[in-house]
């Protein structure tokens, strides 16, 4: 049986705290226990840092719009790493792995995370445990992604609510889902549709991952999953 006092340090362990730097020109910056720490920021915030040029050569022949978002996602995650474990590892090469996950080769210890949607873009890090992020902007919920992606409680949670508030609940819901695929490198082959996320919950578990639901601390629905390491 858990006990109130290790109900408290669970919780204080998965609760988002704020970087005491975690404020960059307007970028959130969090921290999440020891080992993960999480970045959210407007895509316009950052375009005033010159492209690193092994990131410019990732993103070919993409149309202005999605090259951008990506550049910028990149700048984020550099920022966070220069930020977290100093100016060379804010230097170091992102590689992508066969299903797209990005990975750092010098930094084996290290796994990192990318998302970015309609001007927000967002980076997290794993010190040793996998970890995945994922900001989506809230968009109209067709009934048939209800249906696919919600169990029926959370389907008839959502229905009670009026349609942009339904609309953003389910974005918030989606972000943890994309996100536990994503901490487990398995992506969209992982069927984040069926991993079970109650409306309204800021955090949870699902399988060996935890996940985090940015609320309160970001505009933009945004979630951050992994893997609940050995201490």
Known sequence: MVTARQRTALACRTRPRRD?????????????????????????????LP?????????????????????????????????????????????????????LPEWPGISVSLSHDAGTVAAALGRGVPVGVDVQVPVPAPPALLRRCCAPAVR?????????????????????QEACVKATGAGLAGRPWAIPVPAGRRTG??????????????????????????R
Do not use: K, M, N, Y
Not at 156 to 170: G, N, Q, T, V
Not at 208 to 229: C, K
């Open 156 to 176: 008839a949670a959502l229905d009670r609510l009026p349609a942009p508030a339904r609309d953003r609940e389910f974005a918030w819901i989606w972000t943890v």
């Open 51 to 103: 492209p690193a040029p092994a990131d410019l050569a990732t993103v070919g022949d993409l149309p202005a719009g999605p090259r951008a978002e990506r550049l910028a996602a990149r700048a984020l995650l550099r920022l966070l790493l220069a930020a977290e474990l100093g100016r060379a590892a804010g230097a170091t090469p992102i590689a992508a792995r066969d299903g797209g996950q990005p990975h």
């Open 205 to 230: 578990r699902w399988a060996d991952l935890r996940w985090v639901s940015l609320r309160g601390h970001s505009r933009v629905p945004a979630s951050v999953a992994h893997v609940v390491g050995t």
């Open 20 to 48: 005491p730097t975690g404020r960059h020109r307007g970028i959130v910056r969090l921290r999440l226990g020891a080992r993960v720490r999480v970045a959210v920021a407007e895509q316009r915030l950052l375009a005033h």
